[in-house]
Protein backbone atom coordinates (compact mmCIF):
# COMPACT_ATOMS: atom_id res chain seq x y z
CA UNK A 1 0.00 0.00 0.00
CA UNK A 2 1.37 3.16 -0.70
CA UNK A 3 0.96 6.91 0.84
CA UNK A 4 -1.97 7.01 -1.86
CA UNK A 5 -4.12 4.22 -1.24
CA UNK A 6 -7.03 3.18 -3.00
CA UNK A 7 -9.35 4.56 -0.28
CA UNK A 8 -7.95 8.15 -0.94
CA UNK A 9 -7.33 8.80 -4.81
CA UNK A 10 -6.95 11.91 -3.68
CA UNK A 11 -4.46 12.57 -0.70
CA UNK A 12 -4.77 16.31 -0.48
CA UNK A 13 -8.37 16.41 -1.15
CA UNK A 14 -10.31 19.39 0.90
CA UNK A 15 -11.68 16.71 3.02
CA UNK A 16 -8.10 15.09 3.96
CA UNK A 17 -6.72 18.93 4.21
CA UNK A 18 -9.24 19.78 6.85
CA UNK A 19 -8.52 16.16 8.65
CA UNK A 20 -4.91 17.24 8.79
CA UNK A 21 -5.52 20.67 9.67
CA UNK A 22 -7.91 20.03 12.27
CA UNK A 23 -5.81 17.15 13.46
CA UNK A 24 -2.45 19.01 13.95
CA UNK A 25 -4.16 21.93 16.52
CA UNK A 26 -5.80 19.02 18.36
CA UNK A 27 -2.91 16.84 18.57
CA UNK A 28 -1.05 20.07 19.71
CA UNK A 29 -4.49 21.22 22.32
CA UNK A 30 -3.89 17.47 23.56
CA UNK A 31 -0.27 17.50 24.27
CA UNK A 32 -0.25 20.24 26.33
CA UNK A 33 -3.50 19.98 28.15
CA UNK A 34 -3.96 15.86 28.36
CA UNK A 35 -0.13 14.82 28.62
CA UNK A 36 0.68 12.96 32.52
CA UNK A 37 4.16 12.67 33.83
CA UNK A 38 5.80 10.21 33.50
CA UNK A 39 8.30 10.86 36.48
CA UNK A 40 11.05 11.05 33.63
CA UNK A 41 12.23 13.93 32.60
CA UNK A 42 10.73 15.36 29.37
CA UNK A 43 8.73 12.73 28.83
CA UNK A 44 5.12 12.60 29.31
CA UNK A 45 2.07 10.09 29.05
CA UNK A 46 0.28 11.06 26.03
CA UNK A 47 -3.63 10.99 24.87
CA UNK A 48 -2.52 12.37 21.58
CA UNK A 49 -1.91 9.22 20.37
CA UNK A 50 -4.78 7.59 20.55
CA UNK A 51 -6.09 10.95 18.94
CA UNK A 52 -3.73 10.55 16.09
CA UNK A 53 -4.18 6.86 15.35
CA UNK A 54 -7.92 7.41 14.89
CA UNK A 55 -7.22 10.32 12.16
CA UNK A 56 -4.31 7.36 10.38
CA UNK A 57 -7.31 4.72 10.34
CA UNK A 58 -9.86 7.21 9.13
CA UNK A 59 -7.93 9.03 6.53
CA UNK A 60 -4.89 7.22 5.32
CA UNK A 61 -1.31 7.05 5.72
CA UNK A 62 -0.77 10.61 4.72
CA UNK A 63 -2.87 11.99 6.87
CA UNK A 64 -1.40 10.46 9.64
CA UNK A 65 2.04 11.21 9.04
CA UNK A 66 1.45 14.46 9.11
CA UNK A 67 -0.94 15.27 11.54
CA UNK A 68 1.88 13.19 13.80
CA UNK A 69 4.96 16.11 12.14
CA UNK A 70 2.94 19.18 11.94
CA UNK A 71 1.02 18.46 15.72
CA UNK A 72 3.69 17.41 17.31
CA UNK A 73 6.10 20.50 16.07
CA UNK A 74 3.17 23.06 16.57
CA UNK A 75 2.92 21.57 20.12
CA UNK A 76 6.59 22.22 20.77
CA UNK A 77 6.99 25.09 19.34
CA UNK A 78 3.63 26.47 21.22
CA UNK A 79 4.30 24.88 24.29
CA UNK A 80 7.95 24.62 24.85
CA UNK A 81 11.32 26.24 24.14
CA UNK A 82 11.75 24.65 20.68
CA UNK A 83 10.83 21.86 18.19
CA UNK A 84 12.47 19.01 19.85
CA UNK A 85 12.79 16.99 15.64
CA UNK A 86 13.71 13.37 16.76
CA UNK A 87 10.28 12.76 18.32
CA UNK A 88 8.66 14.95 15.99
CA UNK A 89 9.84 12.64 13.27
CA UNK A 90 8.93 9.41 15.71
CA UNK A 91 5.30 11.08 15.84
CA UNK A 92 4.96 11.09 12.48
CA UNK A 93 6.19 7.59 11.97
CA UNK A 94 3.33 6.27 13.94
CA UNK A 95 1.02 8.08 12.01
CA UNK A 96 2.79 7.12 9.42
CA UNK A 97 2.73 3.11 9.76
CA UNK A 98 -0.85 3.45 11.55
CA UNK A 99 -2.45 4.92 8.68
CA UNK A 100 -0.94 2.04 6.59
CA UNK A 101 -3.45 -0.50 7.59
CA UNK A 102 -6.83 1.91 7.25
CA UNK A 103 -7.42 -0.54 4.51
CA UNK A 104 -7.36 -3.09 6.52
CA UNK A 105 -9.56 -1.67 9.37
CA UNK A 106 -12.60 -0.42 8.14
CA UNK A 107 -14.00 1.37 11.06
CA UNK A 108 -15.38 4.05 8.25
CA UNK A 109 -17.90 1.41 6.92
CA UNK A 110 -19.06 0.67 10.56
CA UNK A 111 -16.16 -2.70 11.16
CA UNK A 112 -14.65 -2.67 13.99
CA UNK A 113 -14.73 -5.88 15.79
CA UNK A 114 -12.65 -8.92 17.41
CA UNK A 115 -10.56 -9.05 14.36
CA UNK A 116 -10.19 -5.23 13.39
CA UNK A 117 -9.33 -4.86 17.18
CA UNK A 118 -6.43 -6.95 17.38
CA UNK A 119 -5.01 -5.97 14.06
CA UNK A 120 -5.35 -2.48 15.17
CA UNK A 121 -3.41 -3.65 18.42
CA UNK A 122 -0.88 -5.68 16.62
CA UNK A 123 -0.20 -2.78 14.17
CA UNK A 124 0.25 0.35 16.93
CA UNK A 125 2.12 -1.90 18.63
CA UNK A 126 4.82 -2.07 16.02
CA UNK A 127 4.17 1.50 14.95
CA UNK A 128 5.44 3.23 18.73
CA UNK A 129 7.94 0.09 19.70
CA UNK A 130 9.63 1.15 16.09
CA UNK A 131 9.12 5.10 16.67
CA UNK A 132 10.00 5.28 20.30
CA UNK A 133 12.42 1.69 21.25
CA UNK A 134 14.43 2.52 17.71
CA UNK A 135 13.88 5.97 15.95
CA UNK A 136 13.50 8.72 18.59
CA UNK A 137 16.19 7.56 20.47
CA UNK A 138 18.52 6.73 17.88
CA UNK A 139 17.62 10.29 16.23
CA UNK A 140 18.23 11.88 20.04
CA UNK A 141 21.73 10.60 20.21
CA UNK A 142 22.83 11.58 16.49
CA UNK A 143 21.21 15.12 16.16
CA UNK A 144 21.29 16.32 19.54
CA UNK A 145 23.91 14.36 20.92
CA UNK A 146 22.17 13.19 23.64
CA UNK A 147 23.56 10.28 26.13
CA UNK A 148 22.20 7.04 25.05
CA UNK A 149 21.48 5.88 28.20
CA UNK A 150 18.88 8.41 28.48
CA UNK A 151 17.55 8.43 24.99
CA UNK A 152 16.65 5.01 24.95
CA UNK A 153 15.28 4.52 28.72
CA UNK A 154 12.99 7.55 27.41
CA UNK A 155 12.28 5.76 24.48
CA UNK A 156 11.43 2.78 26.40
CA UNK A 157 9.22 4.93 29.12
CA UNK A 158 7.51 7.12 26.11
CA UNK A 159 6.78 3.86 23.78
CA UNK A 160 5.41 1.80 26.85
CA UNK A 161 2.99 4.32 27.57
CA UNK A 162 1.50 5.15 24.05
CA UNK A 163 1.39 1.67 23.53
CA UNK A 164 -1.02 1.23 26.07
CA UNK A 165 -2.70 4.50 26.09
CA UNK A 166 -3.47 3.98 22.33
CA UNK A 167 -4.56 0.02 22.91
CA UNK A 168 -6.94 1.57 25.40
CA UNK A 169 -8.32 5.32 24.05
CA UNK A 170 -7.45 4.34 20.43
CA UNK A 171 -10.08 1.31 20.50
CA UNK A 172 -12.31 3.27 22.50
CA UNK A 173 -12.66 5.81 19.92
CA UNK A 174 -12.08 3.79 16.84
CA UNK A 175 -15.35 1.92 18.45
CA UNK A 176 -17.21 4.92 19.34
CA UNK A 177 -17.00 5.73 15.72
CA UNK A 178 -17.55 2.89 14.33
CA UNK A 179 -20.97 2.35 16.40
CA UNK A 180 -21.79 5.69 14.70
CA UNK A 181 -21.84 4.21 11.01
CA UNK A 182 -23.63 2.13 9.11
CA UNK A 183 -22.21 -1.18 7.97
CA UNK A 184 -21.80 -1.62 4.11
CA UNK A 185 -24.61 -3.96 3.06
CA UNK A 186 -26.60 -3.91 5.95
CA UNK A 187 -29.58 -1.62 4.53
CA UNK A 188 -31.94 -3.59 2.54
CA UNK A 189 -34.32 -2.70 -0.36
CA UNK A 190 -37.77 -3.12 0.99
CA UNK A 191 -39.71 -4.64 -2.05
Not at 40 to 61: K, R, S, V
Not at 160 to 187: C, D, E, W
Amino acid sequence: MSLFSARNANPLSIRNTVAIGIGSALFAILGRFGSVPSGLPDTNIETTYALLALFAILYGPLVGLLVGFIGHTLKDSIFYVSPWFSWIIASAIVGLIIGLAANRIRARDGEFGRKEIITFNVVQTAANAIAWFVVAPTLDILIYAEPSGKSYTQGLVAGASNIVTVAVLGTLLLTAYAKTRTKQGSLTKEA
